[in-house]
């Protein structure tokens, strides 16, 4: 006997094969059947103990070794210590129970059940894949959990925003999920589907972190500030928060980590005034990507320092005008960009830093894009972007860094060796004023 999986979202079952047969009942998407034999386009299984028919269209054959959990639907059912009803009833169990199948043997299901093997009839359960467990994760502010299938079950707990569940069934509303060590339901609606290691690996690229609150709720805001530090750790975790919280979390980072990191790449700025995204065109970056290529045409315009390359850097629009300072002008270093791009877009776009965490755009491959322009696009359009980009920038050595708390270290890699001693400093002063706040 060969088993199936319905794939449609429900499918009818049929008193004989054709359309024109009559409707006996409606399977949900993922509900395993067991197949007597095909006819035609149509599968025969048994409804009920009696024959009925499928299209074959959306009925997906499965291994046999696959594994299977039964959902009650019948309101109780006897479980048996053998395949029949002349074996006597070890116990029961009641509607929306959900079981793990582990064999089958004609009309019955083999079941664990109080720590012994027990049996209950197939025409009274509703079968479903279970051997490919898929995760999901909350997308509402509050998720109700409850006891049943059904809106007006019993509330057996709830869930938060970004909260991580195992699914291990769905029908067309409800999805089980594992819960306090049992099965519970919860609705669709509100769960963001992630399947196992299909996600991607790079945040930018979870569907689930961009559906997520960017600020904390209002119980959890700061106030006040006296110093420099304090005033931008308020700023930034006021409008970001909730978001660095749940990803810091989930890497096993203070949170406070990535806040001091923001204040010290930008303020906690992702935009200017004017609805930029705060940008830092680096001259010598622009010399390696393009300038050496073209010496005289980029002398003309851009100038560093040669000793400290980071150091020295102006522009001129034309070769007659006076050499112009830039960095901390937003205004001119839109218009240096601009310049640049007229030369060669690629490499003026590889040689900004960009947004809250000021990553470089010759590190779009290490981030998880295609190209420096998608990357340009994302950060320049929407401030989660920025967020994603930092985490996805951090790599073992930052991260294993921060853990130790030692900021000296993961600015010489976030940074570079240049100035890593006066970097390190700025994020413990930052690290220092968001705690001042959260462990008041």
């Known amino acids: 006997m060969d088993r199936g999986i319905v794939t449609a979202e429900l499918l009818n079952i049929r008193s004989y094969p054709g359309s024109r047969g009559k409707v006996i009942t409606q399977l949900d998407r993922n509900t395993v059947v067991n197949i007597t034999k095909k006819k035609f386009d149509w599968f025969q299984i048994r409804h009920n103990n009696r024959p009925a028919y499928a299209f074959a269209k959306y009925i997906k054959s499965l291994e046999n070794e696959i594994n299977l959990r039964a959902r009650v639907i019948a309101s109780r059912l006897n479980v048996r210590s053998g395949p ?3 074996n006597p009833v070890i116990g029961q169990v009641f509607a929306d129970d959900t079981l793990d199948v582990i064999g089958d043997e004609d009309s019955w299901y083999e079941i664990q059940f109080n720590q012994r093997k027990g049996f209950i009839h197939r025409d009274y359960v509703q079968v479903v894949e279970g051997g490919h467990r898929q995760k999901g994760f909350v997308s509402a502010a509050l998720l109700n959990v409850r006891k049943a299938a059904n809106g007006k079950s019993q509330i057996i707990g709830k869930l938060v925003s970004g909260n991580e569940v195992d699914i291990l069934s769905e029908t067309k509303y409800w999805y089980e999920i594992k819960f306090n060590q049992s099965s519970a339901y919860v609705s669709k609606r509100f769960i963001s589907k992630a399947i196992g290691q299909q996600e991607s690996k790079y945040f930018y690229k979870k569907e689930r972190l961009k559906q997520l609150a960017l600020a904390p709720g209002a ?3 700061f106030t006040g500030g006296q110093t420099k530090e304090q005033r931008r ?11 660095l919280e749940q990803i810091a979390d989930g890497m096993d980072i203070d949170v406070g980590c990535a806040i001091a990191v923001l204040c010290v790449e930008s303020g906690g700025e992702g935009f200017d005034k004017n609805g930029r995204c705060i ?4 001259n010598h970056h622009m010399w390696k990507r393009w300038g050496k290529h073209q010496p005289e045409e980029f002398e003309k315009h851009f100038q560093f320092n040669d000793d ?3 150091k020295g850097h102006k522009f001129r629009i034309n070769e007659n005008d006076d050499w112009q300072r830039f960095h901390g002008n937003q205004d001119k270093e839109w218009q240096v960009l601009d310049m640049a791009c007229a030369y ?3 490499a003026a776009y590889q040689s900004i830093s960009l947004g809250l965490p000021q990553i470089m755009g010759f590190n779009y491959k290490k981030i998880g894009y295609q190209s420096v322009q998608r990357m340009f696009n994302n950060l320049t359009t929407d401030v989660r972007y920025q967020l994603f980009a930092m985490f996805d920038f951090f790599d073992n050595r930052m991260i294993s860094a921060l853990k130790s708390y030692d900021f000296e270290r993961f600015a010489r ?3 570079g060796p240049g100035q890593a001693s ?17 462990d008041s």
């Open 84 to 86: 029949s009803t002349s």
């Open 219 to 221: 119980a959890a805001l």
């Open 233 to 243: 750790v308020v700023k930034t975790w006021n409008a970001y928060g909730n978001l």
């Open 279 to 282: 940008i830092r065109f680096e």
């Open 308 to 310: 400290q390359k980071w």
């Open 344 to 346: 060669d877009e690629e």
């Open 413 to 415: 890699y976030y940074n």
């Open 422 to 438: 006066d970097y390190g400093g700025w994020i413990q002063d930052h690290y220092d004023a968001f705690h001042s706040f959260r």
